[in-house]
């Protein structure tokens, strides 16, 4: 079994990240915290990084900024609210089963951890936040530091901050699988695999 996260290499690191912070640096802390913008209007040092990538990320980027203390519960990442972050790009309700996170604040102790539900419970697609009734196991569990992280997106996870995260995340097309993804860092040479488990 892969694991659910990998820190991976990337090219101008410290340039992009530089440029991520000078692009909304005022952004306020929400619960979702999110805002998704085209890539293209965001700075030469992004278009740069999508063409190294082969353009491989849907076209809007998340910038991410949450306060301490808020708890997010097991979920995936799907657009449930029907809000087209990514301007038809994608069908709503697709889940966005890889996506690459970089941290432009101060690491949280805590850890993302990802779980499954042993009874494989049948959802209610509108309502499939609904915890009751299913059996968790915890598989994986990782730390986001100062270098980038692919994470399993599409694989129910979990989050409690410490303190404020400040991110911006890069989402493969949700046809790509996060398999798919690792094995396309892999082949260009920026996995970083990792040593242990849960």
């Known amino acids: 079994m892969s694991y659910c996260?990998?820190?991976?290499?990337i090219p101008n690191l410290e340039e992009l990240k530089q440029e991520w912070r000078e692009y909304w640096p005022d952004?306020?802390?929400?619960?979702?915290?999110?805002?998704?913008v085209n890539h293209k209007t965001v700075g030469p040092e992004t278009i740069k990084l999508y063409e190294f990538f082969d353009n491989c990320f849907l076209y809007n980027m998340r910038f991410v900024k949450v306060g301490p203390g808020i708890n997010y519960t097991m979920h995936m990442d799907?657009?449930?609210?029907?809000?087209?972050?990514?301007?038809?790009?994608?069908p709503f309700s697709s889940i966005r089963k890889a996506t690459i996170n970089i941290l432009l604040g101060e690491p949280d102790v805590n850890k993302t951890q990802w779980?499954?539900?042993?009874?494989?419970?049948?959802?209610?697609?509108?309502n499939h936040y609904n915890y009751k009734d299913k059996?968790?196991?915890?598989?994986?569990?990782?730390q986001l530091t100062e270098t980038p992280m692919l994470i399993n997106t599409g694989q129910w996870h979990s989050i409690k901050y410490t303190k404020e995260r400040w991110m911006v995340g890069l989402h493969f097309h949700p046809l790509t699988s996060f398999i798919g993804a690792i094995?396309?860092?892999k082949h260009k040479g920026l996995?970083?695999?990792?040593?242990?488990?849960?």
């Open 115 to 126: 779980w499954v539900d042993l009874k494989a419970t049948k959802q209610d697609w509108d």
């Open 183 to 185: 094995e396309y860092c």
């Open 27 to 36: 952004q306020p802390q929400t619960f979702q915290g999110s805002i998704y």
């Open 78 to 90: 799907i657009d449930v609210d029907k809000k087209d972050y990514f301007d038809g790009e994608i």
């Open 5 to 9: 996260a990998y820190e991976i290499k």
């Open 135 to 142: 059996e968790w196991k915890l598989i994986d569990e990782c």
């Open 191 to 198: 996995l970083i695999e990792r040593e242990s488990n849960v």
